[in-house]
């Protein structure tokens, strides 16, 4: 053993694998587990292998094995690095004595069925649903509720995958079968559906932060789509001022969320549409948010939430004193790429025409030389990300213009004619 202690990350894919970096310049070592070997090469090759003193199979070891391995190190904490590790990271913090959110609710900050059940439950406002494996059962469900359309999802799939919005029972019986027994990203098997109503009003991502069981909102974006479509195609994400009206009933509503399905300690990204009735939960995942740029939140709202979540863990202390500082939010924008082409990714991308514009802080390219980079259907199929800051609104609203013109550039420089 090279450190006095340790800490342990579950799936330290996509944001998660900016933790490990962190908490080596703290001291610690660092273990990974991965909980399995069918993940989409799109997450795995995120992993940095590197960073870690041991990598675990945890697929093959089982928990018993796993428990003990770890048990031989001084641990201080075990977290996701994201949604495939939330379960497995609870489990194993429980069985350690390092827990510290509430074993109990760990379905709740996963199952996108149960999670809903547990707020319903909490006369907390949630959209009604089904969960089953069986078509009929669904359809019979479906002829009974007064509301028309849905969504359908698997339960425990990563961000938009499998997410399809149905009018009618032709619809709905297409879903089920283009779902049920496909894999998904994190390389299991989706064996259920998640049918729920549809929650009508605008959405929002809100990014959070708990430490020790004192939840605080770090960041609010409301969802831009000048097409007239769901989220999953939103041309961009804008940055909500702490000041703007919808701003507090979010939050409060999101502390509420998050005391309910047993969040205590670290990050969570929560999405919630702005009803009629409300704010409603669509979905929280207990982990940092996906595309995720340290330098570009320090920027936006003075927080850097990767260290955050790492001071959470092992210095909440210092993490208290970060998120209780006055801090200065600045316009943003987070952009979505959106190709209306596929190919393959024949040349090396050159961005610096991009980074030339005075708001661009950062472009998060996902494909690489040699990917196939399909036409752009949802957030699984977007190519890339980028985030624009500046004090000035209008300066963000020409820069982005500019920047979707230098976007197709960009796909015609790349991809195969």
């Known amino acids: 053993m090279s450190a006095d202690r340790y800490v342990a990350i579950v799936d330290a894919f996509s944001s998660g694998a900016l933790l490990a970096p962190l908490f080596k310049e703290l001291g610690f070592g660092v273990l990974h587990i991965q909980t399995s070997k069918g993940v989409d090469r799109s997450l795995s090759r995120s992993l940095r292998s590197s960073d870690f003193e041991h990598c675990i199979d945890y697929q093959e070891s089982g928990l018993e094995q796993t428990v003990e391995f770890l048990g031989r190190y001084a641990l201080a904490a075990i977290l996701p690095g994201c949604d ?243 801090r200065v939010t600045r316009n943003a924008r987070l952009v979505y790429f959106h190709s209306d082409r596929g190919g393959t990714v024949a040349r090396p991308a050159d961005l610096s025409e991009m980074y030339s514009l005075e708001s661009v802080r950062e472009v998060l390219l996902t494909v690489r030389r040699g990917d196939y980079l399909p036409k752009t259907s949802d957030t699984n199929t977007r190519p890339g990300y980028a985030y624009l800051v500046h004090a000035d609104p209008m300066r963000l609203t020409e820069d982005y213009a500019r920047f979707r013109i230098m976007e197709q550039r960009l796909y015609e420089s790349i991809l195969d004619a």
């Open 84 to 326: 495939s590790g939330v379960v497995t990271a609870d489990d194993l913090s429980a069985r350690l004595g390092v827990g510290r959110n509430s074993a109990i609710e760990v379905m709740c900050r996963r199952s996108k069925f149960v999670m809903h059940e547990a707020l319903r439950s909490e006369g907390l406002l949630a959209a009604r649903q089904i969960r089953s494996d069986s078509l009929e059962e669904i359809l019979l469900w479906y002829r009974r509720q007064p509301f028309q359309k849905v969504v359908s999802k698997p339960e425990f799939a990563a961000r938009s995958e499998g997410v399809v919005f149905c009018d009618d029972e032709i619809d709905l019986a297409r879903a089920f079968e283009q779902t049920i027994g496909t894999t998904n990203l994190f390389g299991i098997v989706n064996d259920k559906l998640v049918v729920q109503e549809y929650l009508p009003g605008a959405e929002y991502m809100v990014n959070t932060m708990s430490v020790d069981g004192r939840h605080f909102i770090t960041d609010i974006w409301v969802g831009v789509d000048e097409r007239e479509e769901p989220i999953s195609t939103d041309l961009y994400a804008e940055l909500l001022n702490p000041r703007d009206e919808d701003y507090v009933p979010l939050a409060d509503y999101v502390c509420r969320v998050l005391a309910c399905l047993g969040v205590e300690t670290g990050p969570a990204h929560v999405e919630v549409r702005r009803t009629p009735k409300g704010p409603a939960l669509i979905e929280i995942g207990a982990r940092l948010a996906g595309a995720m740029s340290p330098r570009a939140f320090e920027l936006a709202i003075g927080l850097d939430p990767v260290q955050l979540t790492v001071d959470a863990y092992v210095c909440p202390h210092r993490a208290l004193q970060a998120l209780q500082s006055d």
